[in-house]
């Protein structure tokens, strides 16, 4: 049974090394090698919305599709909450590490929605 949950999540990305990309309307941006977590929220379907990131078969219409392009999606943790969340992680992430300043956050107040949380070289063992 598949279960259709609303909420927020975080999908973690390593970028081997690096690379511009062009993130639709934000436009090229230079990116260092490392571990990226990107936060989001799904009202209607977080297996779906997820999916999506993992998935080479897509329309690039959200920043973080761009991304995607650049860097392998290789983990994800989720949380059935209101959407409220999403920013409340954000916020959060950016005392911790490098945002990429205003990417997935055009409809909101925050600075950034991927944060640079890692290099490589530092990244614990699981990445």
Do not use: Q
């Amino acid at each position: 049974m598949l279960l259709f949950l609303k909420g927020v999540y975080i999908i973690f990305l390593r970028l081997k090394e690096e690379k511009i990309v062009e993130i639709g309307a934000l436009g090229e941006i230079s990116f260092e090698p490392g571990i990226y977590a990107y936060v989001g929220s799904a009202m209607n379907s977080l297996e779906s919305r997820v999916g999506r990131h993992f998935s080479d078969e897509k329309n690039l219409h959200w920043h973080i599709d761009y991304f995607t392009e650049a860097a392998e999606v290789f983990a994800f943790t989720g949380l059935k909450t209101s959407s409220d969340w999403e920013c409340i992680l954000a916020e959060t992430a950016i005392e911790k590490s490098e945002p990429v300043k205003h990417f997935g956050s055009s409809d909101c107040g925050c600075k950034s929605h991927l944060f640079r949380i890692s290099d490589l070289e530092n990244a614990p063992e699981v990445f």
